[in-house]
């Protein structure tokens, strides 16, 4: 083996251990009555059901959205997934390839590794809420536009008002910068609070970009940890 292919062997052995170590089985924290995300009265299944209707409309217009060209070559569009009465709700970018063939989002490579994030600290996909800014598929993965932000926007802000969760986590600069419209690096925004619509939101590194660089999984480690004592210290 040539001394580059063994570094990146190295280099590729170390992500994985570091994500172990921040992101796996031995991170996990059994922490009582925190995982009670849902509280299941008759209310509730109620406007369980009536958030079910509301989302189903959404998703059917966006199903035959055209208002941008990315419509174009989409093979599915990508609404969201996970409970709708979860109350962290995860936004991402975009759906990357594995989403757009899927229609579900974060089930590719970086998906993987937002799993990992997610049972970090102790929830599983199920109880959380997963979107995207962008519901379709931008060409060769390449970041979306402005206009297109603008124009699927209204969909992702109907979305937030029905699940209407305690706590959002952006994941990466477009996410975080198309709720919260601050110019500022997405290293010096993470971890801290914010609002967006009345609700509060953390932003922090996307998975894709810590697949690139694993040292910042302590990072998000550390922004994992303040959503675990948000969560815990919120009131149903
Ligand atoms: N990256 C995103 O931002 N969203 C996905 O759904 C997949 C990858
Ligand atoms: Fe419509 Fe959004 Fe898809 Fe553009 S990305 S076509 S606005 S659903």
Redesign the pocket.
């Known amino acids: 083996m040539k001394q580059a292919q063994l570094q990146q062997v190295i280099k590729q052995l170390k992500g994985f251990l570091e994500t172990e170590k921040y992101f796996g089985i031995k991170e996990y924290i059994s922490d009582g009555n925190y995982k009670k995300v849902t509280k299941m009265s008759k209310d509730k299944n109620n406007s369980s059901q009536h958030k079910e209707k509301s989302l189903d409309e959404i998703r059917k217009r ?1 199903s035959s ?4 060209s ?2 174009k070559e989409r093979k599915n ?1 990508v609404f969201g997934k996970g409970d709708i009465n979860a109350r962290l709700l995860f936004i991402g970018e975009a759906p990357g390839k594995e989403e757009d063939l899927m229609g579900e989002p974060f089930v590719g490579r970086a998906g993987m590794l937002l799993t990992k994030i997610i049972n970090s600290i102790n929830l599983e996909r199920k109880n959380v809420y997963i979107a995207n800014c ?3 598929r931008p060409p060769l993965n390449r970041p979306p536009t402005e206009d ?1 932000l603008r ?2 926007e209204e ?1 992702l802000i109907e979305q937030i008002k029905i699940i209407n969760p305690k706590l959002i986590c952006t994941l990466g600069k477009y996410a975080t910068l198309n709720l919260l419209k601050i110019e500022e690096p997405i290293s010096s925004l993470r971890g801290n609070f914010y609002e967006y619509l009345g609700i509060k939101v953390i932003p922090t590194f996307h998975p894709a970009y810590l697949l690139r660089n694993p040292k910042d999984k302590a990072l998000v480690w550390e922004d994992m940890k303040k959503i675990r004592s948000f969560l815990k210290n919120e009131s149903i």
């Open positions: 966006v959205c055209k208002k941008c990315l419509y569009t962008i519901k379709c297109e124009q699927c969909y």
